[in-house]
């Protein structure tokens, strides 16, 4: 069964720390672009950041950029999205997807992936 389920959110303080996980199931990673995107109440998903099938591209939505740290980890079947200097906006809803039709080449954009997990919770509050 093909799937991508996220781990790793939680709550934490601001300024805090969380890496979420995105492990893949019934196929492997390394041939796909992942992305991260999150969704808070009441707002439209937004892309956090994503890595291509070359680990060398990479993208960081503007308000993430220097905090936040997306990586692959080919040997777990698993993408890593490291965050730092949490604020109370990156409180959200946070899933990782993919585009399972053509593998991708990266991006921020929501149509440009197919299949998606089922989310994490984070949740930044003091």
């Known amino acids: 069964q093909i799937q991508l389920v996220e781990s790793g959110g939680g709550l934490v303080q601001p300024g805090g720390s969380l890496r979420l996980s995105c492990a893949a199931s019934g196929f492997t990673l390394d041939t796909y672009a992942i992305a991260w995107f999150r969704q808070a109440p009441g707002k439209e998903r937004e892309g956090v950041s994503s890595?291509?099938?070359?680990?060398?591209?990479?993208y960081y939505a503007d308000s993430v950029k220097g905090r936040f740290t997306i990586s692959r980890d080919n040997a777990e079947n698993k993408v890593y999205l490291r965050m730092n200097s949490l604020k109370p906006e990156d409180t959200a809803v946070y899933y990782c997807?993919?585009?399972?039709?053509?593998?991708?080449?990266?991006?921020?954009?929501?149509?440009?992936?197919?299949?998606w997990g089922q989310g994490t919770q984070v949740t930044v509050s003091s």
């Open positions: 890595i291509g099938m070359s680990d060398a591209v990479t």
């Open positions: 997807a993919t585009d399972l039709l053509w593998g991708g080449s990266g991006g921020l954009v929501p149509t440009q992936y197919d299949f």
